[in-house]
């Protein structure tokens, strides 16, 4: 592997420091915007249907995180396996997927994201890639405040990629063109990122998002009853929160296979409480839970009423809390 000072730009030494506090860092989050730019201070990526990771190595085994900070070593040993053969201390950040034909496909994965136990994993079938997009630590020295541009040269140069590591490949310039040509694939969308800024944890305006469909997480507040000759559940009731109160953007009744139906109803009865959850009055028959299961839901349009039109149920998501749950658009 290459030493990564070697290729570092003259007069960058003093942004280089070292790496402490172990191997987990927050990470940086985009935010969601409708106004698709061409700029050349601006890179460009793929969006994908996965679960974001932090994957990190301090000499021994390394070890994955989900977004908000829980092991993960566990769903996907064989991306841990192959962080194993790289070099010996760094820190990536990235995005594990599953593919349905050419497409990423978050509903697959949902078959990996709650196991916790390596040969389980192994035993569902469904094979999993880490698309690494970002290198914020190498050989103990902390690489966070370096341009973007350098974090990307630098991760290409120190790592093989092999499957199931991949380099996210980016775009420079023309971020309209590539969103078109996203969209025309079928892709989620794009990630747009300057190029010439410094990674910052947490939510940052560094980093836009651009989706070719709408879609984002909600918290559960409660479910309907089943109807006719189908078994769990009938719908559930979602919302974010705005502020303290959490708002009711309306029921999601498809997208769901009779395991799952049966699977999330077992999780819904522990969850049981009197009252409903919701600021808004949700008009519907209902069973109420306490706000804490997180679905990403996919749906067309926000109505008028602040409601979702024709939603539909992607899986559940252990990477993010209920309460940074937000309306996105």
Not at 202 to 223: M, N, T
Not at 260 to 274: A, P, S, V, Y
């Amino acid at each position: 592997m290459s030493d990564p000072f070697r290729l570092l730009q003259e007069g960058q030494d003093e942004l280089l420091r070292a790496w402490g506090g172990g191997t987990w860092h927050t990470p940086e989050l985009a935010v969601l915007t409708d106004r698709p730019f061409s700029d050349e201070r601006w890179l460009f990526e793929r969006k994908l249907d996965g679960v974001r990771l932090i994957a990190g190595r301090d000499g021994g085994a390394p070890r994955l995180w989900s977004r908000n900070g829980k092991r993960a070593d566990a769903a996907y040993p064989e991306v841990a396996d192959a962080l194993g053969e790289g070099p010996e201390r760094f820190v990536v950040d990235g995005e594990v997927v599953a593919f349905e034909g050419g497409r990423t496909s978050f509903e697959r994965l949902q078959r990996r994201i709650h196991l916790t136990r390596p040969e389980e994993a192994r035993r569902t079938g469904v094979a999993v890639y880490y698309y690494v997009f970002d290198l914020l630590a190498f050989g103990g020295v902390d690489l966070t405040r370096l341009p973007l541009r350098d974090r990307k040269r630098l991760l290409r140069e120190c790592f093989g990629f092999t499957d199931p590591l991949r380099f996210s490949a980016h775009r420079g310039g023309d971020g309209e063109d590539f969103f078109r040509q996203a969209c025309e694939r079928g892709w989620e969308g794009l990630i747009a990122k300057r190029a010439d800024q410094p990674y910052r944890s947490g939510r940052s305006r560094d980093w836009l998002k651009f989706k070719c469909v709408a879609g984002q997480e909600f918290v559960v507040g409660g479910y309907t009853d089943p109807q006719g000759a189908r078994q769990g559940f009938g719908a559930l009731l979602v919302g974010y929160y705005e502020g303290s109160r959490l708002r009711y953007a309306g029921k999601v009744g498809t997208g769901y296979d009779e395991r799952t139906l049966r699977d999330l109803k077992e999780r819904l009865d522990r969850l049981g409480r009197d009252r409903s959850p919701f600021a808004d009055e949700v008009g519907e028959r209902a069973h109420w839970v306490a706000p804490e299961l997180v679905a990403e839901v996919g749906f067309t349009e926000w109505t008028a009423e602040g409601k979702l039109r024709h939603p539909r149920f992607s899986g559940l998501r252990t990477d993010k809390s209920a309460g940074q749950v937000v309306r996105e658009g």
